[in-house]
């Protein structure tokens, strides 16, 4: 869940449900483009964690959140499409990347503004036509 008064963003609420592997997939894109900019590291995906799952999953998640908040706080990162469809949009990485290539039936800022408009639905999983 994300919220921000930030201009950069074209929905100011959104919610979406990411996989660690789209992280990564993010992670890429972003050092693709981004030049000599640092781009923040992920955290870890060890196998082998002390303790619970519950407990594994939390810093997880914590970890990811770190990530994303040091990933907009940098400007050419904030710049890069594919970061805001996968913050504002529950559309899969392939479904991204067409509609960043021009691909998609829809432009970026439409893709986000259509999943605003359709609600925040955890159960949802991505419209590939949207």
């Known amino acids: 869940f994300s919220q921000t008064n ?3 963003f074209t929905a100011k ?5 990411r996989r660690y592997r ?8 972003l050092q693709k483009n ?9 955290p870890g995906k060890s196998a082998f964690f002390v303790g619970s ?8 998640r914590q970890g990811l959140q770190q990530f994303l908040e040091r990933v907009v706080q940098s400007a050419v990162l904030l ?7 996968f ?6 990485v392939a479904a991204i990347e067409a ?3 021009g691909r998609g039936p829809h432009s970026v800022t439409e893709a986000i503004l259509h999943y605003a408009m359709a609600g925040c639905a955890w159960g949802q999983r991505g419209d590939s036509q949207a």
């Open 22 to 29: 789209e992280f990564v997939w993010l992670r890429r894109q």
């Open 53 to 60: 799952t519950d407990e594994f999953i939390e810093r997880r």
């Open 6 to 8: 930030s201009k950069a």
């Open 99 to 101: 509609c960043v290539q």
């Open 79 to 85: 710049s890069d499409s594919r970061l805001h469809l």
């Open 13 to 17: 609420t959104s919610c979406v449900r």
């Open 87 to 92: 913050l504002q949009s529950q559309l899969p």
């Open 34 to 42: 981004a030049g000599l900019v640092p781009v923040p590291e992920l």
